[in-house]
């Protein structure tokens, strides 16, 4: 690193100016007679090679001086790329808002404004054609002049596409407007419909509930009866089971005493006997046909409690999901009732919001016809750069897209130099900071500069060194620099007023000491150490050896052939 000083370079060109008046013409009349002889020398000479000397002449003087950190680098200019920087795209509407849960339907559900477009275009179906190319490279460009010419037929035709999307938003935007009348109307109803649900709520929750225990004790009451009857059936059955063996026996003495009783002798016993056996005969036969349809019956009666110990399980499981169901639709209705105002705006803002993206749908839709409009104006692409065209990416017959590139520009707002700065002089490089540039090319110029950018610490090992990357942009007239030219930049750490200064390129340096060349009043030319203080790379404090005044003599050589 090296540390130097930056003066203001106005009042040094304008004292040179002054104290050369007197010596301009005899400068001029050398100048005459040098170019004279180097005509004849190539002349004579044909091919042959010659460097030669050129001399100028420096005052030295006083002035004040700006002290700073200085570091090398060199010339960065930035460049803008001009794309087809127009949307021609196929208008497409955007995406819906769906609401359809609680907000704004109540227990029915609500409704929801569709807004579609008319235009499905694929985008790669509008294309510009270009017809002529205005511009070269190297050419000089400014803000709104013509790049190049497109095909009146690309042109027409995809205006009139942009006209027409801008009625297909119109449309739209006027449909959504009209379904959020009828939305709002609708979440109105719903409002009402949500506010009455308080009101009778607990009621049809307990309703419900009571006609499901109601179903339970249905159930359970058949159930009940069923098994009072059978157990009736089986007593009676058990009461002729017990009985038949009894009426069998009293079958069989019956049927033995009239064994023994003469007919033709004792008719009268006879028949008594007879009536009695008949009788026995048929209480046996009664019981015996009641055993079998009481069993039929119980078997009947078993099936049936079967079926119905079934839908009383039915019944009480019904029972606990209509209890669940009915608490939920109970609790659904109180969220809409203490919710309803909610509701009710929740519906109306998305039917403001879909009115709000139509509306953009349309804005959007009239920038693009307008931006268009600007863009291409007499069937031409107008640059937005100033600056010198780096590239062309357009030819005659090619076809264009939003988006394609069609040049690039050399941005001399964009002029930038990078230098690496010693972490222990980072406070002078701070973002905003002043700094100036001495571009080698132009010796006579000092551009000033500001910070912009302080990049990441980067360590050196071998030096054991944190750098930080410091980009300082450029100001005023740069249309001269280019890329790559070599620069140094000084951050402006102080000022020293009245310091005798003379140009760098003036002081020769020879084992550790400084001399310059002085020319005397008389035209003559000497050797003379001095002694020199800090220097910002440009120009150099002369602490002794000069005096303000004194001509110094910068020598410079210039190869030819």
């Known amino acids: 690193m090296k540390k130097g000083i930056f003066k203001t370079k106005l009042d040094k060109l304008k004292q040179w100016t002054v104290s050369n008046k007197k010596q301009a013409g005899i400068v001029y009349s050398l100048i005459a007679i040098a170019l004279v002889i180097v005509i004849l020398v190539v002349v004579i000479s044909g091919k042959s090679s010659q460097t030669d000397t050129v001399y100028k002449e420096e005052t030295v003087s006083y002035g004040e001086l700006t002290v700073g950190i200085t570091e090398s680098g060199s010339i960065e200019i930035g460049t803008s790329t001009q794309t087809m920087d127009v949307d021609i795209s196929a208008y497409s509407g955007s995406d819906e808002f769906s609401w359809n849960s609680m907000g704004g339907g109540g227990m029915g559900g609500g409704n929801n404004t569709d807004s579609t477009s008319s235009s499905d275009s694929d985008d790669d179906s509008r294309i510009l054609e270009v017809e002529s190319v205005y511009v070269t490279v190297g050419q000089e460009i400014a803000e709104g002049d013509a790049i190049a010419k497109l095909s009146e037929d690309s042109v027409t035709s995809i205006r009139a596409e942009l006209e027409a999307d801008v009625v297909d938003a119109q449309n739209t935007y006027d449909q959504t407007v009209a379904e959020q009348a009828l939305t709002d109307q609708s979440a109105e109803s719903t409002y009402s419909l949500n506010s009455l ?173 307008d931006d268009f409009d600007s863009y291409i104006v007499n069937n031409e692409i107008i640059s937005a750069y100033n600056g010198v065209i780096a590239s062309v990416s357009i030819a005659a017959g090619d076809e264009l897209y939003s988006e394609s590139e069609i040049m690039t520009v050399n941005d001399y707002d964009d002029v930038t130099v990078t230098v690496d700065v010693d972490e222990d002089d980072i406070d002078s490089a701070e973002i905003g900071a002043a700094a100036n540039v001495y571009v080698e090319a132009f010796p006579d110029t000092i551009f000033e500069a500001t910070v912009t950018d302080v990049g990441d610490a980067t360590y050196d090992s071998s030096s054991a060194t944190t750098y930080y990357e410091i980009t300082v942009t450029l ?63 440009s120009d150099v404090e002369v602490i002794e050896g000069l005096e303000e005044g004194d001509i110094v003599i910068i020598e410079s050589t210039v190869s030819g052939s």
Request: overall charge negative; glycine content about 4%.
């Open 475 to 537: 100001t005023g007239d740069m249309s001269e620099l280019y890329s790559g030219m070599t620069a140094e930049v000084t951050f402006i750490t102080d000022e020293s007023e009245n310091v005798l200064y003379i140009s760098n390129r003036a002081v020769t340096r020879e084992n550790g000491k400084s001399y310059v060349k002085v020319k005397d009043d008389n035209g003559n030319i000497s050797t003379k150490e001095i002694t020199t203080g800090f220097s910002d790379g």
């Open 197 to 369: 649900y308080g009101d009778y709520a607990q009621s049809e929750y307990d309703a419900t509930v009571q006609s499901l225990q109601d179903a339970v004790d249905d159930a359970q009451e058949d159930l009940d009866e069923e098994n009072e009857n059978l157990a009736e059936l089986q007593e009676e059955l058990t009461e002729d089971q017990t009985n038949l063996p009894t009426y069998k026996k009293i079958l069989e003495e019956a049927e033995y005493s009239i064994s023994t009783i003469d007919q033709a002798t004792e008719m009268y016993g006879w028949i008594t006997a007879e009536n009695n056996r008949e009788d026995a005969e048929s209480l046996v036969e009664n019981t015996e046909d009641e055993i079998e349809e009481l069993q039929e019956e119980i078997e009947e009666s078993q099936t049936k409690i079967t079926d119905l110990e079934l839908a009383l399980e039915s019944a009480k499981k019904a029972y606990e999901l209509g209890v669940v169901e009915a608490q939920a639709t109970y609790e659904t209705k109180m969220l809409y009732y203490t919710n309803a105002d909610e509701y009710k705006n929740v519906t109306e803002l998305q039917s403001a919001l879909s009115v709000e993206q139509a509306l953009d749908d349309l804005e959007e839709a009239q920038k693009k016809l």
